[in-house]
C-alpha cells in the first residue's frame, strides 16, 4: 500500500504545452510538498502546503501552480513548458508539530521536454 | 540562508572497507535526516537525528549528529555492493508550518568488489 504516490512516473512533452502531475499521501500527514531533483541530482524545494494552506513558494517561476484540494492531495500544474524544466519531481508529505515526522517521498516523476 | 555541505561528493570503496561522509550545515537546526536514493528510485528515509549526540545505527550504517559544531557523519562500516546508492543529508530549520528540508548534494558511493 503506497505510501505517497504520483502519477504519472514518466512524462515526455513538447515546449509550450501544459501538463499535471498528481501526488496523493495515505499518511494522514497535514503537510505536503514538491521538490525538484536537477541532472545534478540536487534536490530543492518548490512548494510546501500546511492544511491545504500555501506555506512555502521557493522562486518558483508563475508557469508552476500547486493546487491542494485536501490535505491529501498536492498537484502540481505547469504552463508554457520549456526546456529547463524537465526534471524529476518528488512530492513528499510529513506531520508537523509534536509528532514532527520526517519526510516521505513519491516515487517520483521524471518530466523530459523536447 | 542555510547552506548544506556534504563530502565527499563521489566515494569508491571496496568491500570490507570503513568510510565517512560528512554534513556540514550553516544554522542552527533541531533536527537531520539522512536519505537513501538508488538510481532512477525515491528516496528513503535512513536515519532521524533530533538532538546534540544522537547516535543510529542501522545494519553496516551508523549516522550521528553534533549540534554545535553543526555537523553530521555517516559512517560505513565494512562496505557490501548493496551499499552502492546515492546519500543525502537534510537539515530542517525551524519548527512550525515554514518546515521545509534543504538537502546536502549528495554523496555517490560505488562499493567495488
Known amino acids: 500500500d503506497t505510501a505517497v504516490s504520483q502519477t504519472p512516473k514518466y512524462l515526455v512533452t513538447q515546449m509550450g504545452n501544459d501538463k499535471s502531475i498528481k501526488c496523493e499521501q495515505n499518511?494522514?500527514?497535514?503537510?505536503m510538498y514538491w521538490y525538484k531533483q536537477d541532472s545534478k541530482k540536487f534536490l530543492k524545494i518548490m512548494f510546501s502546503?500546511?492544511?491545504?494552506?500555501?506555506?512555502i513558494n521557493e522562486t518558483v517561476p508563475n508557469r508552476f501552480s500547486p493546487k491542494s484540494p485536501d490535505k491529501a492531495h498536492l498537484n502540481l500544474h505547469i504552463n508554457s513548458l520549456e526546456l529547463g524544466d524537465s526534471a524529476v519531481y518528488f512530492c513528499?508529505?510529513?506531520?508537523?508539530?509534536?509528532?514532527?515526522?520526517?519526510?516521505?517521498f513519491g516515487q517520483g516523476t521524471r518530466l523530459t521536454v523536447v | 540562508e542555510l547552506k548544506v555541505e556534504q563530502n565527499p561528493l563521489f566515494l569508491s570503496m571496496q568491500e570490507g572497507k570503513n568510510y565517512t561522509i560528512y554534513c556540514n550545515y550553516s544554522?542552527?537546526?533541531?533536527?537531520l535526516y539522512w536519505y537513501r536514493q538508488d538510481p532512477g528510485k525515491s528516496l528513503e528515509s535512513l536515519f532521524v537525528?533530533?538532538?546534540?549526540?544522537a547516535v543510529k545505527q542501522e545494519g553496516r550504517l551508523m549516522a550521528s549528529l553534533d549540534t554545535k559544531a553543526r555537523l553530521s557523519t555517516l559512517h560505513i562500516t565494512a562496505a557490501v555492493h548493496d551499499l552502492s546508492a546515492t546519500y543525502f543529508c537534510?537539515?530542517?530549520?525551524?519548527?512550525?508550518?515554514?518546515?521545509?528540508?534543504?538537502f546536502g548534494k549528495g554523496t555517490l558511493l560505488t562499493v567495488n568488489p
Open positions: 513528499a508529505s510529513s506531520q508537523l508539530g509534536e509528532m514532527n515526522t520526517e519526510a516521505f
Open positions: 499518511l494522514g500527514h497535514d503537510t
Open positions: 502546503y500546511n492544511n491545504k494552506e500555501l506555506i
Open positions: 544554522t542552527t537546526s533541531d533536527r
Open positions: 537525528l533530533l538532538s546534540n549526540g
Open positions: 537534510a537539515v530542517a530549520v525551524s519548527g512550525g508550518s515554514n518546515y521545509k528540508l534543504t
